[in-house]
């Protein structure tokens, strides 16, 4: 009960062994690439400039071998519908759903590595720190998920977060670079405290640091010992993941660190940072304020977190959307275009708190499917901007796409079908994550929360297809090089494997939302 | 057990006072004095390393509230004092990352100050 350091007091309990670290292999490889990347990259020269072509694609091929087994792994116990599994004294707890975010994590990842060899090399930092950072931020991230303890929620969000940190503000001679970097460190440290200050209220007020003996005993008629210590930790606890989910208003670092960073690091940011943290929000909300989970034990948790939830989904889809408008570069766009996706999943979230256990409709389902052609529109996106980049610059502005599709007719044509997607015209993935997450929220009552999201994708159109007309209609401005692409296969490979995939999950919806709803809470 | 937070402040303040001991209320109105005073550097200093200290008073406030829930609120477990030791590692590697990211600043720009960082528009 007392969660997990009982083992102190009671030395006959089991102790951990190996079954514990095998059920979390997944971690473990992605953790171990990282150290071989950061090892193996002491073995490799310098190429003398000019930088060659290849580089040191040794570095990217051992990364993306690594985020390959991982994702195996994770799709094998997909497949095998494995039980939900809880070890290390019930620190980490691994089902379908930890496994499909950690899926996501890990997809985002191998984008992020598949692009990263050329931007790095066309900056001249090159390093192994660089392929590390990336691999175990995607380690702590599926740890994040995993975890069903106060500990390692905590332990994990912070090592994600410090590798994320650096990598924003990896580019270190560049100032924006520095600048995002720090703006995020102290807007992260800051809700660090407030996630942490609310972890400590959860704690004080049930006694205990597991999560499931916690939620457990609630729905289980038992009422916490000070409730109203516990909704307080559980506003601090939802405060603090709204800033690492980038919500309305505490959205503040969003802009500024996707652009600071490297292109591919944003893409990674926004697909991977996000997908942890809504499994860890949706978790939370379901454990504490799900329909039937939390019971008679502690009605006001409920009511708490749903009307924070909901509050933040309606204000987020409503800023997002309409920030995105004003925008002239198109990093800075498709960054509130990622707050603006914030609030559509946070609607999901809501619907999912509607979920009877056992009943028809499983906790999630429509966001797990919206997260995963999200994943790959906003990969897409950013590293095809980060493709077309030259030197240490990223393609940023929206006039520097005017007349790429006379010079670039294949990554025009990748950009506009993503960009399609983004604002959810049928028939694309995009398309049905919109109708599944809306479906679902009127399903369960929230029409006004449906109602806010498809006015707000109404006003989200204009600003996507500000961007295919550049594109395809606007002639080109003089001046801007066109740079010569052909040694850029990564980035040239994740953009169509994006794009191919955003239309293969347009056509069929219907395998992929089964999977979804296979892999939600139970 | 009382079941508010604030009835049981208002119980044990006067209890613990009377007894002469320091009872668990203390603790949560010391870690809440110092949680806001983080807050406070946080908002109002630019000095990176200003911010950075504010940042320390936060994390080592919530370990105080850790400890004071281990030592009052559970009487068996050691767990709030295992996540401080935790919590003291982590401001020890948040602390260096953040000097780090500052030293960057300071390469950058020639200063320290958190306005001059300005070439992005948030």
């Not at chain 1, 959307?321 to 990093?331: C, E, G, M, V, Y």
């Not at chain 1, 740079?483 to 919806?509: H, T, W």
């Not at chain 2, 001991?21 to 550097?41: D, N």
């Not at chain 2, 950075?52 to 406030?61: A, I, R």
Request: proline share 4%; glycine share 12%; charged share 10%.
């Amino acid at each position: 009960m007392n969660g997990l350091f009982t083992i102190l007091d009671a030395p006959a309990a089991p102790a951990i062994g190996w079954d514990d670290l095998g059920g979390i292999l997944p971690v473990l490889v992605l953790l171990a690439t990282g150290s071989l990347a950061l090892v193996l990259d002491l073995f490799l020269k310098e190429e003398a400039s000019p930088p060659v072509p290849a580089g040191k694609w040794p570095l990217s091929f051992v990364s993306l071998l690594g985020t390959a087994v991982a994702g195996a792994l994770l799709c094998g116990h997909i497949g095998a519908a494995g039980k939900p599994w809880s070890g290390f004294l019930g620190a980490v707890q691994v089902d379908l759903f930890s496994d499909a975010i950690g899926l996501i994590v890990v997809l985002g990842a191998a984008f992020c590595l598949l692009g990263a060899g050329d931007a790095l090399r066309r900056r001249g930092i090159e390093q192994g720190e660089f392929h590390a950072l990336v691999l175990y931020a995607a380690a702590s991230m599926v740890l994040f998920v995993q975890s069903a303890s106060l500990v390692m929620v905590f332990l994990s969000l912070e090592a994600l977060s410090m590798a994320v940190y650096i990598l924003t503000a990896f580019q270190r001679d560049e100032k924006r670079a520095v600048e995002g970097g720090l703006k995020y460190f102290v807007l992260g440290g800051l809700s660090s405290g407030f996630l942490l200050l609310g972890l400590a209220f959860i704690y004080g007020a049930t006694r205990s640091t597991n999560l499931t003996d916690i939620a457990g005993a609630l729905a289980g008629g038992q009422p916490p010992a000070d409730s109203s210590l516990l909704v307080a930790g559980l506003g601090l606890t939802l405060i603090g993941l709204a800033f690492k989910v980038g919500a309305f208003p505490f959205h503040a670092w969003v802009p500024d660190a996707y652009e600071g960073a490297m292109s591919v690091v944003t893409g990674f940011m926004a697909v991977a940072v996000k997908a942890a943290s809504f499994g860890v929000l949706l978790r939370v909300a379901v454990l504490f304020g799900g329909a039937g989970a939390s019971g008679p034990g502690s009605p006001e948790a409920r009511g708490a977190l749903l009307a924070g939830i909901s509050g933040l989904a309606v204000v987020t889809m409503i800023f997002g959307n309409l920030a995105a408008l004003a925008q002239s570069s198109a990093k800075r766009m498709l960054a509130y275009s990622a707050i603006a996706h914030t609030g559509y999943l946070l609607v999901g979230a809501v619907s999912a708190m509607e979920a009877r256990p056992g009943g028809e409709q499983a906790a999630g389902a429509g966001l797990l499917f919206y997260l995963f052609p999200y994943a790959l529109m906003s990969l897409g996106a950013f590293i095809c901007l980060s493709h077309l980049g030259e030197g240490a610059e990223d393609r940023e502005s929206i006039d520097s796409l005017r007349g790429l599709a006379e010079r670039h007719p294949a990554h025009a044509l990748a950009l506009l079908v993503i960009m399609v997607s983004f604002a959810g015209i049928p028939p694309t993935a995009g398309f049905w994550g919109k109708l599944f997450i809306f479906r679902e929220a009127i399903a369960t009552g929230h029409w006004e929360l449906a109602l806010v999201g498809i006015l707000t994708s109404i006003v989200s159109v204009y600003y996507y297809l500000r961007l295919v007309v550049a594109m395809y209609m606007l002639p080109q401005e003089g001046g801007l090089p066109a740079p010569s692409l052909e040694a850029r296969i990564g980035g040239k490979l994740a953009l169509a494997i994006a794009a191919i995939a955003v239309v293969l999950v347009g056509l069929f919806p219907g395998i992929f939302f089964q999977i979804s709803a296979a892999c939600a809470l139970r | 057990m009382s079941t508010g937070f604030l009835p049981l402040l208002l119980q044990a303040a006067p209890a613990a006072a009377s007894a002469g001991q320091v009872g668990l209320t203390h603790y949560l109105v010391v870690s809440a004095i110092v949680f806001g005073l983080g807050l406070l550097v946080v908002i109002t200093r630019r000095n990176a390393i200003a911010l950075l200290m504010g940042l320390e008073l936060l994390l080592n406030s919530v370990g105080l509230n850790f400890v004071a829930f281990a030592k009052f609120a559970t009487r068996d477990a050691v767990d709030g004092q295992v996540i401080t030791i935790f919590l003291i590692v982590i401001a020890a590697a948040e602390a260096s990352l953040a000097l780090a990211i500052t030293l960057n600043i300071f390469n950058n720009l020639n200063t320290v100050e958190v306005d001059e960082a300005r070439s992005l528009k948030g």
